[in-house]
């Protein structure tokens, strides 16, 4: 897949935009989230490169951990958002249902979360999930 920082890689978190054009920017803080989807496939994608600070600084604190333990050979190899309620531009609340697909070594997976989402400040967190069967 090539160097993912690099603007022009593909993003991990299967918009069809390049690392630049997507996730790459909020990342750094060019720009926010526009929606709690926006918000919802950075935080994959963060997670997907390894980015835990990302993924701390966009946890709503008061549900945020002190700490986050990541399994670092937990390859994430793709996201599908199966449905959003709320979450735009002019809402203050969302939530996002998404299967993010995995694999460690041998064992492969399926994480499928029902993910909601506030905005605070103009800019949109998470708050916590509900874990479904898949």
Known sequence: MG????AGTRCPCGSGLSYGECCGPIHVGARRAATAEQLMRSRYCAFALGDTAYVLSSWHPSTRPTSLDTEPDVVWRRLDVL???GGGPFDTTGTVEFRARWRQGDDRGVLHERSRFERA??????????????
Request: hydrophobic content about 45%; cysteine-free; aromatic content about 10%.
């Open 121 to 134: 400040a103009g800019a949109w967190l998470y708050v916590d999930g509900e874990l479904l069967p898949d």
């Open 83 to 85: 449905r959003s309620a």
């Open 3 to 6: 160097d993912v920082t690099d």
